[in-house]
């Protein structure tokens, strides 16, 4: 390395902070030009900036499951010969996606001419065509019948945006100006990027930013090798299951096996069911992804999230198995479920290696909702409902909040009621939901919404009959129940709703930590004065 290309700590840090200012200001930029409520108010999306070589060297704190698979889009369009003033558009999952919804557009980052990296913006688009409105439907055997599939395709060039693409792309999707809008926003966001990269090479210059691309990474890297060198060396095996695929009923197994060898870890995910024909199968970066957040968690999550926190992990799966399917398999579940269930395993295997570390069993599901019209002008809802996370050695669980591998915001009663022909009912914490323990789990939500014009509802959800689990000999959380109009659901569900029905959606709570008996007293009096804890439930 050359004199003038050397980092010294205090500009590491100083770049490392405008690298990752970059991304936060991307996302900023995508969720404001959004027009969906699902962009502009859950905020589900996600931005990174990555290097020449395809290394993540920034990322925003937004969606796990987005940012831990965008490497895998980036070596998808690496391989399409990108050019200066190129913007690629792709969701397939076998070449770069996660699921359809999510759309990634990934733009060369060159303000001098000569590609320096990408910008990455990922958003989960309201509908993206398929045989729902929303595009997730329970029942799906095909990923055909899930949505347009993308591959890689240039959506803009230095000559300016490819519009026959984008119109081939907005005949297959419902709401289409919505959808041309949020494209929008993610073009902006790219491009704001490279604006903000181009001030960072005048201010530096091109070697001292490749440099910095390097120390970022390597010390990211250093740090959790670091951490997993403190963890007992070992194999950790952990089993679940999920609860039916869209087709049955039939639980189906998720088993790991996580090897722990200095500063190394090995996942294996040999003796995970066979792809099913429902929707719950992952592509293997999803399963990476899920990997990649558990390590985060259970070493030091203040270490700069980059491409060198992925490199001491490796993440195997059986080729045809759930977790790294062959086409055409339905996947939309997959991203959204299976790899809360991944999280779950590969949490509790840790969880043998470091006791205390990890918590009880959060809700372990994104509860996902999705109401909408099939009528040309109609409309698209999608909701992912928060619930329990788990007790803690130390600490209650918190109540009503999004876990593991989701990190949105809720969208507000006002905007729901503005946007849509809908209306809540109710919105308000589960009593008695989380489990008892000397920590108590979070609490789960009911959220019921009554549909105004003749509508499709699905549901995608989880821990309705497996409840989320206590640790430590607390009691387990309550699990999860969907109604329609009172009737009683399965935890995947595609169904008419003609107006004026009702769809509720109460999501699970949190395992307990630790005996119950050991609670303190004064905080049993707290549970039930703040109404945690009916006097039904003692």
Known sequence: MSADSEIDPVTLEILRNQLEGIAEEMGQVLIRGAYSPNIKERQDCSAALFDADGRMVAQAEHIPVHLGAMPEAVAAIRDEDPEPGDAF?????????????????VSPVAPDGEIVGYAVTRAHHADVGGISPGSMPAGATEIYQEGVRIPGVRLATADGRNDDVLELLLANVRNPDERRADLRAQLAANERAEDRVGELLDDHGPARLRAAFDAVVDYSRERVEAELEAIPDGTYRAADALEGDGVTDEDVPVEVAVTIDGTGVDVDFAGTAPQVD??????????????????????????PPNHGCYDPVDVRAPEGCLLNPEPPAA?????????????????????????GAVPAGSQGTMNNLIIGSRASDGYTYYETIGGGFGGRAGADGMDGVQVGMTNTLNTPVESIETEYPLTVERYALRPDSGGDGE???????ERSVRVETDSVVSLLTERRRHAPEGRAGGDDGATGQNRIDGESVPAKTTRDAPAGTTVTVRTPGGGGYGDPDDRDPAARDRDRADGKVTDDAE
């Open 89 to 105: 558009l792709l969701n397939d999952p076998f070449a770069g996606g996660t699921h359809l919804p999510d759309v990634t557009i």
């Open 278 to 303: 429902g929707n719950l199968n992952a592509p293997l970066a999803v399963a990476k992804s899920a990997v990649y957040f558990v390590v985060r968690a259970v070493t030091d999550p203040e270490i």
């Open 331 to 355: 996947v939309v579940g997959g991203n959204v479920e299976t790899s809360q269930r991944v999280t779950d395993v590969v949490l509790a295997a840790f969880g043998q290696a470091i006791p």
């Open 439 to 445: 920590h108590r789990g979070g609490l789960g939500i």
